[in-house]
Structure formats: structure tokens, C-alpha cells
């Protein structure tokens, strides 16, 4: 029988083959993944370096979507509140001209109109984070301030629209400008109050005022639709990315993902043979040729 005389280097071999596999079978049980580098799979490699950049991406979308949808939600809420005060002040503009009460009582109306008429600006001016929801794109200056106009007050936003990326090619729309929203003519909420208050004020024509603040409040209603369908999209669109999201995680884990149970077994294999290695390669610095020819 045929002895290796020289066993050594083929010990040294295989004691670095096991001190490698312990380490790949380390890496995969600390990472959870199969291939921590392109030479361990380069096809699965590959597409997982696709898969990263698409989750990254959808990872920015949305973020940018839960920003917007607080946006437009404050915005939806708002202009609630808004339809919600122009029907207190008709429901007063139709009392007050019903022309049966006290003149105490037609200044108390007035005086309610006038509260309303101050929250109303307060609404127009509403913020979220930081940013002024109705001026347009200049969000950091308040869109309504007293000035001269007929309504007493003046739009100083901008009548920009907000585009806002929540997905590839895929543009949303945020926000309505103020003046298309309060002071559109025909429809501007801040003049048909202060005509409603003047009305009232003066006893005269308060039917006209009261019909101007319907047309207004309608108008409003209308435009709130926009927000209706921005939050509706806004919700479709973030269902759609987390199921991809979903998606791309479960894609990564066939593509790259370590089977531990398999893992801890190749390390413990990996461990005892580099025992064994390390021993044969102790026991044959103390053995000479003849031992193996015995």
C-alpha cells in the first residue's frame, strides 16, 4: 500500500477548508442571509441588488405619502369646519331676517357673525407642520391677512399647486391654492360674510346676503371633492406599496435568505472537523515515516 510520505500540506488544506466553511456558515447565521457577497450567488446577487434599490425607492415614497396624507387630511378637516361655520352663520342670517326680533337680538347675531367671520380666517390660515395648507406653494408665510378689499381681507399666497412623487411616474397633486378656495370670485366666503354682517347690521337685504353665503358654502363644498380623491389615491397608492413592500421582502428572502437550521448544523460539522484537522496536524509533528509504514 501506497503511503503519503508528506500528509502535511493536505492536513493544511483541509484545515483551511473547514476554518472557511465555519466562517461562511457564521456569517449566515449572524446576517440571516445566504449571499453576503456576489461571488456567493452573482445571479441572486444581481437581482437583490434590484430588489434594494426598489425597496429603497418605495421606501421614499412612502414616507413622502405619510407626510401628504396628514397634509390632506388637515386640509379635508379643515374645510369641514369651514362648511360647517358658513351653516351656523346661514342659519343666523335667516333668523336675523325673519324680521321678528329685537334690535339687542340683531346685534347679538352680529356679534356671532363677526366671531365666525374671525374663524373663518383662523380656518384659511391653518397649518400642518409648519406649512400654511391653503397659500399655495409659498407655505411659509399666512395666506389671508387684513388689508383693503372690499371683504376686508386679501390672499398674499401664491396660486401654485404642490406635485408631490409617490411612486415611479406617478405625480400626486396636494393642495388647492386659498384664493381658488375662499376668494374665487362670485363664490368668495370672506366677502359674503361681511355683506351677511353688514345685512344684519343695517336690516336691508339680508335675504340677497344669506343667498350669497349659500353660493358660497356650495362652491367650497365642490372644491373639497379635490381633497376627497388626493386622499383617496393617497390611501390606494400606500396599499399598493406596502404589498410590494411585502413583496420584495418575501422575493429577498428566496433569492438570499439562509437556512439557519442548516447553518448551525454546517457550523458544528465545520467546527469538528477543524478539531479533528488540528489534531492529525499536532499528532504528525510528533510521528516520523515509519509510523505510517507500520
Known amino acids: 500500500m501506497r503511503v503519503n510520505p508528506n500528509p502535511l500540506p493536505d492536513l493544511l488544506a483541509a484545515l483551511n477548508q473547514t476554518q472557511l466553511d465555519a ?17 456567493d450567488n452573482p445571479t441572486a446577487a444581481a437581482l437583490l441588488v434590484v430588489n434594494n434599490d426598489q425597496a429603497t425607492f418605495n421606501a421614499g415614497y412612502l414616507q413622502s405619502l405619510t407626510a401628504v396624507q396628514g397634509q390632506l387630511s388637515t386640509a379635508d378637516s379643515t374645510l369641514s369646519s369651514v362648511t360647517t361655520a358658513l351653516q351656523q352663520a346661514l342659519s343666523l342670517g335667516v333668523e336675523a331676517g325673519g324680521g321678528t326680533l329685537s334690535a339687542s337680538d340683531q346685534a347679538a347675531i352680529v356679534t356671532q357673525l363677526q366671531g365666525i367671520q374671525t374663524q373663518l380666517l383662523s380656518l384659511a390660515n391653518v397649518s400642518y407642520q409648519g406649512n400654511y395648507v391653503f397659500a399655495g406653494t409659498d407655505t411659509s408665510t399666512a395666506p389671508f391677512v387684513s388689508g383693503t378689499s372690499p371683504s376686508g381681507i386679501v390672499y398674499v399666497g401664491n396660486t401654485d399647486v404642490n406635485q408631490v ?8 397633486a396636494v393642495n388647492l391654492p386659498g384664493s381658488q378656495l375662499f376668494s374665487t370670485s362670485g363664490s ?39 381633497y376627497g380623491n388626493a386622499i383617496d389615491q393617497a390611501q390606494s397608492q400606500t ?20 437556512d439557519l437550521a442548516a447553518a448551525a448544523t454546517n457550523l458544528a460539522q465545520s467546527q469538528t472537523d477543524t478539531q479533528a484537522a488540528l489534531a492529525a496536524i499536532s499528532k504528525f509533528s510528533q510521528d516520523n515515516l515509519f509510523d505510517y509504514l507500520q
Open 188 to 226: 368668495d366666503v370672506f366677502l359674503a360674510m361681511t355683506n351677511l354682517i353688514q345685512a344684519v347690521q343695517t336690516n336691508t337685504g339680508i335675504p340677497a346676503a344669506v343667498n350669497a353665503v349659500t353660493t358660497a358654502s356650495s362652491y367650497l363644498s365642490a372644491q373639497r371633492v379635490f
Open 239 to 258: 396599499t399598493y406599496l406596502n404589498t410590494a413592500k411585502l413583496q420584495i421582502s418575501q422575493q429577498q428572502t428566496t433569492l438570499g435568505g439562509a
Open 165 to 172: 412623487s409617490i411612486g415611479g411616474g406617478y405625480n400626486l
Open 23 to 39: 466562517q461562511e456558515a457564521s456569517l449566515q447565521i449572524a446576517t440571516g442571509r445566504s449571499v453576503n457577497e456576489p461571488s
